[in-house]
């Protein structure tokens, strides 16, 4: 069992900049990767970005490239997420989320992560 906590979430300017962070705790050597999704009211959970947890490889929805910056902390058990420029349109619940095996599929697919945590609000204002 894998248990993850976010924090660093909140209201922020547009242009300003937050990191949001990803507490992991139990069995984390064997993750195939983590990766951060977002929600916005009445839409659907979509893909972030991703983290293989070995190779560190990372992967980006094209609307975050060159803003955002996921990385991890292997000896803290920590992922990051850190946003920059941000727009209004980044508004949304930030979940962290952790894939324990590989998908052909790939890491962009939130199905394929097994555990989540309980989100982090992350408002931007105009």
């Known amino acids: 069992q894998v248990q993850l906590v976010e924090s660093g979430g909140g209201l922020v300017q547009a242009g300003g900049s937050l990191k949001l962070s990803c507490a992991a705790s139990?069995?984390?050597?064997?993750?195939?990767?983590m990766g951060w999704f977002r929600q916005a009211p009445g839409k659907e959970r979509v893909f972030v970005a991703a983290?293989?947890?070995?190779?560190?490889?990372?992967d980006y929805t094209d609307t975050v490239k060159g803003r955002f910056t996921i990385s991890r902390d292997n000896a803290k058990k920590t992922l990051y997420l850190q946003m920059n420029s941000l727009k209004p349109e980044d508004t949304a619940v930030y979940y962290c989320?952790?894939?324990?095996?590989?998908?052909?599929?790939?890491?962009?697919?939130?199905?394929?992560?097994?555990?989540w945590g309980q989100g982090t609000q992350v408002t931007v204002s105009a």
């Open positions: 139990g069995r984390t050597s064997n993750l195939y990767a």
């Open positions: 989320a952790a894939m324990s095996v590989y998908y052909n599929s790939g890491v962009r697919v939130p199905q394929n992560y097994r555990y």
């Open positions: 983290i293989r947890w070995l190779s560190s490889i990372t």
